[in-house]
């Protein structure tokens, strides 16, 4: 898909150009929270501790979201598509995070993010809002930082909304 290729190319380009170093600072330091699940395992840890029995409830489906999508991406999807990341034409220190070495659709921190979000969701429903509002931010710094392209992010959105939907249809139905 030549056309599809190009734009998600052109769409990379321009949002390489936009921001500034705040912005880039704090969009790095988001994405590298992300690293490893990290920031889902800390606001799991939150939910647990201070949300009761549907706060633990919520963290044990969004955690176990996220460890499906993870696997699924990974082990999967980087597996039968080998997409390679975008190649940098500069090395602003101040923008980018180091470029992984696994291949780039989709976007893990895209998926991971936004299973844990919509894992959480089916429990706490306003929580979710916030968290999705937070997956949008961790798949948008992605392209920002330089590691994605917005095709990438957008398809590990929408595997982690699917297997996050999945999993909290199973946990309601197993245990009510």
């Known amino acids: 898909m030549p056309g599809l290729r190009e734009t998600d190319r052109e769409l990379y380009e321009a949002i390489g150009q936009a921001g500034s170093p705040e912005v880039d600072?704090?969009?790095?330091?988001?994405?590298?929270?992300?690293?490893?699940?990290?920031?889902w395992v800390g606001s799991a840890a939150v939910l647990a501790g201070l949300?009761?029995?549907?706060?633990?409830?919520?963290?044990a489906t969004g955690m176990v979201s996220v460890g499906l999508t993870s696997a699924v991406v990974n082990q999967g999807f980087k597996r039968?598509?080998?997409?390679?990341?975008?190649?940098?034409?500069?090395?602003?220190?101040?923008?980018?995070?180091?470029?992984?070495?696994?291949t780039s659709f989709p976007s893990g921190h895209s998926a991971s993010a936004f299973a844990f979000a919509q894992g959480v969701s089916d429990t706490m429903p306003w929580t979710g809002i916030g968290l999705r509002i937070l997956a949008t931010a961790v798949?948008?710094?992605?392209?920002?930082?330089?590691?994605?392209?917005?095709?990438?992010?957008a398809v590990g959105a929408l595997i982690g909304m699917g297997i996050g939907q999945s999993t909290a249809d199973l946990v309601s139905k197993r245990w009510p």
């Open 80 to 102: 039968v598509f080998r997409r390679d990341r975008p190649l940098r034409v500069d090395e602003d220190l101040n923008r980018h995070v180091r470029m992984p070495t696994s």
């Open 51 to 59: 949300g009761g029995p549907t706060g633990r409830r919520a963290a």
């Open 25 to 39: 600072l704090a969009l790095r330091r988001l994405s590298r929270a992300a690293n490893y699940s990290r920031l």
């Open 139 to 153: 798949a948008y710094s992605r392209i920002h930082t330089g590691v994605h392209y917005p095709a990438d992010v």
